[in-house]
Structures are given as structure tokens and as C-alpha cells.
């Protein structure tokens, strides 16, 4: 798979960081994953939406290894369509929403999250926008 995009997180990851990718499946082939990764080279957090078995993946990758995955068979994508895949974090969580339907919440394996560093999209599928940003975290009367 190609790197599609890569980002450096000034200061590391914190709640409040955001994740959007936009673009189309091209094929049925599991080409395409997000990953997050760690001053110490480990990966905190793998999203991988499989095509093929219509389920979308998250792990962790620690001194060595793999841990657990924990699958969600809330799959709203499908092939030759546009996608906007969105993964957001706050102080206990990753939480990975696609076509507006969040199918996973997968918890902090990795702390201090200052430590996660970097964002890597890798993909062999079209991708037309990817966006990292930190938004600001708030509630209450917007007054609209």
C-alpha cells in the first residue's frame, strides 16, 4: 500500500485531535488503513475497514506485537462509492465513525497520549481529501 498522507502531531495526540478521510473504494480489496503511531515506533491505534469481510479492525501494536482486535460488523461502506471516514480521540478512547454511523470505539492502549506523535494513511484506494485538525472541545447554547 502506498502512504497517502502523513502527519506530525505538534505536541501529540490529546482529546480533541480529529481525523477526517474522504475519497472511493475502488475495489473490494482490503487497501486501506489508518494508523497512529508512537514516539517509540509502536503503532497506538490500526483502523482497517475490510471490504471483504464487511467489518471494520482496530489494534494495537506494542513492543513486538499485536494485541487483541476488536471488530465491529457496522459496515455502511461499500464498493465504487464515496467514503468519509472520520477517527476522533478523547481522554479514554479512539472513536471511528464512517458515513456518520460511529462502528467502533476503541480504548487508550498507549499512554501518556503526548506520545503518539504521528498519523499515517496508507491506501491504495482514491482519496480526495484528508484533514487533521484539533477542534475545540465545548457545549452549551451556540446561540444559533
Known sequence: MAVQFEAFCAG???????????G??????????????SETGDIAFHVK????????????????????????NIFPLAVGEPFE????SDAEHFHVYAQEHKVLQFP??????????????LSD???????L????????DRGY
Open 85 to 88: 471516514m472520520e477517527v476522533s
Open 49 to 72: 475497514p475490510r471490504f471483504s469481510s464487511a467489518t471494520v479492525v482496530g489494534n494495537a501494536f506494542q513492543g513486538g506485537h499485536w494485541g487483541p482486535e476488536e471488530v465491529s
Open 133 to 140: 485538525a484539533k477542534r475545540g472541545l465545548s457545549w452549551g
Open 108 to 121: 487508550h492502549r498507549q499512554r501518556p497520549l503526548g506520545i503518539i506523535t504521528r498519523v499515517r494513511v
Open 12 to 22: 501529540g495526540l490529546a482529546p480533541g485531535w480529529s481525523l477526517l478521510v474522504q
Open 24 to 37: 472511493q473504494a475502488d475495489s473490494g480489496e482490503d487497501r486501506f488503513e489508518i494508523n497512529f503511531l
Open 125 to 131: 484506494h482514491h482519496l480526495a481529501q484528508v484533514e
